[in-house]
């Protein structure tokens, strides 16, 4: 049914609003008009040499009147009413009273030239034809009142700002009057989220965790009758795309409680105080509406550790006082004062410890990148909006995209979609899918770059160099295509699937450094010399070099010593926490390591130096080449490849 408006406010609104609207306009003309001269209204403007042919030799001139030094207003005689020159002028209106003037203005430049040009127009004329000029000075109101008018228009303004928000009575919100209050959205029985635990595909565990914490609140008697304490927090950690937000809308959907939900970030403001302020506000209105449920997402950007960075940022005395006052309000209500805190972050490592530590954050909850059963299951839920054709199955998309998150997935779902919409498609079929993944993975293809032949020879020996010396070691995932179509920011790839593991040894780690070096080593063998184009795997691999040395313990000389630090604390107030002969010696090693998988790259590819050929002039002459192709050139993986 269509809804009326009231008719009290359809009446009296327009009313107030058209009052107050007129003493504006109002206002506001009359200074304008204060602002312009008499002069203006009455006066015709004209020029020197008009004034001097037309009025001044004509003997009309009453008088003259030099304004501020600017201007002259000219007044004509009485008796050239009836002249046609000056009609118009001294009669407007037929029938009315003469014009009493001034009749004519212009700018006279400067006093010295009018002066000037006066004395040489008044040259002939007698003594009592000379014309009397006065000079008056005349202030303007306008420029007068202004400095009075304008704080008194601001104080009004600002007063009527501040009558709006405290009619408003909303919590937070952003106006200036205010910003210290919490800016948390209020989800109630009337406006709950529509997302349930169903809509939360896998994460078995944590969704059973957070029901429970929901079923603390639902139900706290149970709990208490036996003396257990409910718990005060959860945070949800995790990679991104993980979820996380998604279940605590789940929950926010599913618990009969009212649920605050806001960003870290809306607690960080540029002003001192105001963070602490809407803590403070938050927990209030938390501890009124109880039970509820408080949801900070990214807490990372109020709860990261004190003291951190200090010196660098600056910004920092805020922020820890923000912090400060939510450790304070979560120390501070009661175990059992039915609000339960839920915060998300994939920065576990930059929160403050004393945040995570029982009685504030007690229950922590990790995510991890689905497996391949909780992949299928996203696959699923994402899979039910779009109509798809009967071929595409969720175990084979699965089964695609190892170390996927769920937001990669919703968004691989959408992205083949819109490629099957694009390709006029009445249902979206399995190469759509495969296409978006690879656009995700990679960019979208840039067919139109220009690459010189030289260069694409170049990359295809590039390419070909990572595929072969891959397809030779058993411990590198499989391959699944090597391309040389430029995409995003590459000119070329070799796609694999990487398998899911939870331990790598030594020979998987260095068999992977081996055939990032491939592409490089490949270069150098066909070439004699290397290019720019290695600059990724570089990278990649020098920062592999190091977590295998500095990190997990595979350096002989090194030991089984970790540098790694798992909570980003400078506990030992070092810069790095190992002398700089250690700091030489992991150097070193670095180099020793990568300088030998180097070697053997560049002897794998030297035996197979005419599959390596046969292989990049197949890349040049079709872009693409697949699995299969390999297995013609190389022989089957399971039979040929080896480990390091
Ligand atoms: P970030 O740390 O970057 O904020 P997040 O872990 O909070 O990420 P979400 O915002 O919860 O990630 O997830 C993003 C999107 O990914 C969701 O809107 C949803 O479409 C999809 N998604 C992620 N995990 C799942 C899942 N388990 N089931 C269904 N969809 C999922």
Not at 313 to 323: F, I, K, M, P, Y
Not at 435 to 442: L, N, T
Not at 478 to 505: C, D, F, M, T
Request: charge should be neutral.
């Amino acid at each position: 049914m269509d809804q009326f408006p009231n008719q009290d406010n359809l009446q009296q609104k327009p009313e107030r609003g058209f009052r107050l609207g007129w003493i504006y306009i109002i206002i506001i003309i009359s200074l304008i008009l204060l602002a312009i001269p008499g002069s203006y209204f009455t006066a015709k403007e004209i020029n020197w040499q008009e004034f001097e042919k037309y009025i001044l030799n004509r003997h009309a001139v009453e008088k003259i009147d030099i304004v501020n030094n600017e201007i002259a207003e000219i007044y004509i005689k009485k008796e050239f009413a009836n002249d046609v020159f000056f009609k118009d002028v001294l009669q407007p209106k037929i029938g009315k009273a003469l014009n009493p003037g001034p009749h004519y203005i212009f700018n006279i430049g400067s006093i010295e030239t009018f002066e000037r040009k006066m004395e040489e127009a008044e040259k002939s004329f007698s003594e009592n034809e000379k014309i009397d000029v006065t000079y008056v000075k005349r202030t303007n109101i306008f420029y007068e009142i202004l400095p009075l008018i304008i704080p008194i228009i601001l104080v009004v303004l600002m007063f009527r700002l501040f009558a709006q928000n405290v009619g408003a009575g909303r919590i937070g919100g952003s106006s200036v009057f205010n910003f210290g209050r919490s800016t948390a959205m209020l989800y109630e029985k009337e406006n709950k989220s529509t997302i349930t635990f169903n809509d939360v595909a896998g994460l078995e565990e944590a969704k059973q965790e957070i029901k429970e914490i929901v079923d603390f609140l639902m139900d706290p008697k149970t709990y208490t009758k036996l003396g257990a304490k409910i718990p005060k927090g959860v945070i949800i950690v995790g990679p991104p795309g993980t979820g996380k937000t998604l279940l605590a809308k789940a929950v926010a959907g599913e618990a009969q409680v009212p649920f605050f939900s806001l960003s870290g970030s809306e607690f960080v403001e540029m002003f001192v105080g105001v963070g602490a302020s809407r803590v403070r506000d938050l927990f209030k209105n938390a501890k009124e509406k109880a039970p509820s449920i408080i949801f900070i997402d990214e807490i990372d950007a109020v709860g990261r550790s004190r003291g951190k960075n200090a010196f660098f940022t600056g910004a920092n005395d805020e922020r820890e006082s923000t912090l400060n006052q939510l450790l304070a309000e979560m120390d501070g209500f009661g175990t059992n004062s039915g609000v339960i805190v839920l915060a998300a972050t994939n920065r576990a490592d930059m929160l403050d410890p004393a945040l995570l530590r029982p009685g504030r954050f007690d229950r922590h909850i990790y995510l991890e990148l689905p497996n391949f059963n909780d992949r299928r299951e996203i696959f699923k839920v994402h899979l039910k909006p779009l109509t798809v054709e009967n071929t595409v199955d969720a175990d084979f998309l699965a089964a695609q995209t190892p170390g996927f998150s769920g937001a990669d997935i919703a968004n691989i779902c959408n992205e083949a979609a819109l490629i099957a919409a694009r390709r006029k498609k009445e249902k979206v079929e399995k190469q759509d899918f495969i296409d978006a993944m690879e656009r995700i993975v990679a960019g979208a293809e840039k067919k139109s770059k220009i690459i010189s032949p030289d260069e694409k020879k170049i990359i295809a020996y590039h390419e070909a160099g990572h595929a072969v010396v891959s397809w030779l070691l058993k411990d590198v995932d499989p391959l699944v295509k090597v391309s040389i179509v430029p995409r995003g920011k590459s000119l070329g790839a070799a796609w694999y699937l990487p398998e899911e593991h939870q331990l790598r040894n030594t020979a998987q780690f260095t068999d992977m450094l081996c055939a990032a070096l491939g592409g490089r080593a490949s270069e150098e063998i066909i070439f004699g010399d290397v290019t720019s184009g290695a600059l990724d795997d570089l990278e990649k691999v020098t920062k592999q070099a190091y977590t295998m040395v500095a990190f997990y313990g595979f350096n002989k000389k090194i030991g089984n010593i970790s540098y790694y630090n798992s909570n980003g604390l400078n506990e030992t107030g070092f810069q790095k926490p190992y002398s700089e002969e250690t700091g030489r010696i992991i150097d070193d090693e670095v180099r020793i390591l990568v300088e030998k998988t180097y070697q053997q790259a560049k002897d794998l590819l030297l035996k197979n130096k005419d599959a390596l050929k046969t292989l990049a002039e197949l890349l040049l002459q079709k872009e693409v080449v697949l699995k299969e192709d390999l297995e013609k050139i190389l022989g089957k993986r399971s039979e040929v490849a080896i480990t390091k």
